[in-house]
């Protein structure tokens, strides 16, 4: 597999949180093949250092892994410093790590509460802590937050991730206000139903039930998340920022 002809991100470095599988692994390898040098985040060592092993096999010397719990505040400050000592700058951030922890409220317990929102908000805030400053010096800086269609339209048994998400939309739009005039951009995706391991959770009926009430009648795929943040990261989306865009099939119209 060679580089594609059009290497929007050449000379760009994009940090991919998540990156170990799924829609995050996804982003990465779509980076990686236009010319992109990625940063590969996840919580384990293996994962990331797995998926940045299956990146650099197609494109050498593009991807390299930091095992970092985006939750912990300290850690990712210091994975923040090696990133920057490693690749010099940070171009673009994108915040996909996320965890999901359902229940009924009746049945919610708060370490369940406090995992999500530490990992899917907090985590977000933590490494925007962590690359804001060097992003104000960087060319074409984005930032793009996978945010959730349940943070717009709720979910039972998903208040807490709901929350999550709906507090990442928020924090997207104060983000996007506040480094507006250094140029940084910040947007949210709002994937819908996704084929990935997080979904692979359900069974063949829930699957059926939520794809019944889909208008275009399907799942979406890795691929339609990456072509969308390849494409709020690139060039052309510089006038783009404070949006929540989804890619959904049609659920939140
Ligand atoms: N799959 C969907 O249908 C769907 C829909 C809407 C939004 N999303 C969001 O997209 C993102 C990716 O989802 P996915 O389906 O690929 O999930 P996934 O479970 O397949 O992958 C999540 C990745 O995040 C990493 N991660 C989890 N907690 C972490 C932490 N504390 N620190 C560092 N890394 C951590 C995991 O190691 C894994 O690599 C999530 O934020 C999810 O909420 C997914």
Redesign the pocket.
């Known amino acids: 597999m060679g580089l594609k002809p059009m290497a929007r991100f050449r000379d760009k470095v994009a940090v991919v ?10 982003i990465a390898k779509a980076f990686a093949a236009e010319g992109g040098k990625v940063a590969v ?4 060592e293996g ?2 250092g797995s ?1 940045a092993e299956a990146i650099n096999a197609d494109f050498p010397g593009m991807a390299k892994a930091y095992a ?5 505040h300290e850690a990712v400050q210091a994975m923040g410093k090696e990133i920057i000592a490693d690749f010099g700058t940070v171009n673009i951030l994108v ?6 922890r359902d229940g009924l409220l009746m049945r919610m317990k708060d370490s369940d509460w406090d995992e999500v929102l ?3 908000l907090k ?1 977000a805030f933590n490494t925007v802590k962590a690359f804001q400053r060097p992003m104000m010096k960087a060319e074409d800086p984005r930032i793009i937050n ?5 943070g717009l339209i709720g979910n039972a048994g998903q208040a807490n ?1 709901a929350a999550s ?1 709906a507090g990442l939309i928020g924090f997207t739009k104060s983000v996007a206000r506040e480094l507006a005039g250094r140029k940084v951009t910040c947007n949210a995706i ?10 692979d959770e359900l069974n063949d009926a829930q699957k059926e039930g939520i794809v019944a009430n889909i208008p275009l009648k399907e ?2 795929n ?1 691929a339609d ?1 990456a072509a969308l943040t390849l494409f709020l990261a690139s060039a052309e989306a510089r006038y783009i920022t404070g949006q929540v865009v989804a890619s959904d099939g049609g659920m939140t119209m």
């Not at 985040?41 to 384990?44: A, G, N, W």
């Not at 915040?95 to 999901?100: F, L, M, Q, S, W």
């Not at 996978?146 to 349940?150: G, M, P, T």
């Open positions: 949180t998540g990156a170990g599988r799924g829609i995050g692994l996804e985040v996840s919580r384990s994962s990331c998926a970092v719990d985006v939750a912990d915040n996909n790590a996320g965890v999901t530490d990992t899917n985590g996978i945010s959730s269609v349940i991730y998400k709002a994937p819908g139903f996704i084929a990935t391991d997080m979904t799942m979406g890795t998340i």
